[in-house]
């Protein structure tokens, strides 16, 4: 596996549903994130993990809740979610430098679609 | 809130035009500005980085610009191609890990 990976890649799920998305990269980056993309919407920031350590949280809401548990996997656990969360959810990495200088770029996977009944 | 514009929203072209994608962004305090492609139903690839001491990349027939005082960045395909066709997305970064998305520019090249 190269680059950054994520499974499922589609995932039907009901509101009382608890599922997991995973990403893993496999580019020695110390930083992981999660996106959501909406239709019609910008791209959308949830969580931040640098060195492990989560660095942002974006007002996302509780049913939301991310893990990182070692520099290469990030899961983000899913509890009764509404139908509006259905969306993609994308997993990036990237390189931090040195002083939290974000000198890299991100790294995305491929996505997973979400749709929520 | 950072507010990142891209216009056109959708373009058609026929193959072999040479065209520009703008992005224009609210905060002047910029740390870098990316553009990315996106596949229908794919993550994001990158295609150019601009660091905020920078004026300009190129790779291949792609460079991108910045101008900070004006808060806009081009994005130029030359002799576009279909396999071109996707959505271009230009992401502003203000030194926090936040990247800030423009909605992007669909692009279909035609035969």
């Known amino acids: 596996e190269t680059g950054v990976t994520q499974t499922p890649r589609h995932l039907v799920m009901g509101m009382t549903n608890k599922k997991s998305l995973k990403c893993e990269q496999h580019l020695g980056h110390n930083a992981m994130y999660w996106y959501k993309q909406s239709a019609k919407k910008p791209l959308e920031l949830m969580f931040v993990y640098s060195l492990e350590e989560r660095v942002e949280n974006n007002s996302v809401p509780s049913r939301f809740s991310p893990e990182c548990p070692n520099s290469s996997h990030l899961f983000l656990h899913l509890h009764t979610l509404q139908p509006e969360d259905s969306a993609l959810y994308l997993c990036?990495?990237?390189?931090?430098?040195?002083?939290?200088?974000?000198?890299?770029?991100?790294?995305f996977g491929p996505g997973t679609r979400l749709t929520v009944l | 809130k950072q507010e990142v514009t891209q216009i056109p929203a959708a373009l058609s072209v026929p193959e072999g035009e040479n065209l520009v994608l703008n992005c224009s962004f609210t905060d002047s305090a910029i740390y870098n500005l990316q553009w990315f492609r996106q596949d229908p139903g794919k993550g994001l690839t990158s295609l150019l980085l601009?660091?905020?001491?920078?004026r300009e990349q190129t790779s291949g027939r792609l460079n991108a610009s910045l101008d900070k005082s004006s808060g806009r960045s081009t994005l130029y395909i030359a002799a576009s191609q279909p396999g071109d066709s996707a959505t271009y997305l230009c992401?502003?970064?203000?030194?926090?890990?936040?990247?800030?998305f423009g909605k992007g520019t669909s692009l279909l090249v035609t035969p």
């Open positions: 992401a502003h970064s203000n030194s926090g890990y936040a990247l800030n």
């Open positions: 601009i660091q905020s001491s920078q």
């Open positions: 990036a990495s990237s390189q931090d430098g040195a002083g939290g200088q974000k000198t890299d770029t991100q790294y």
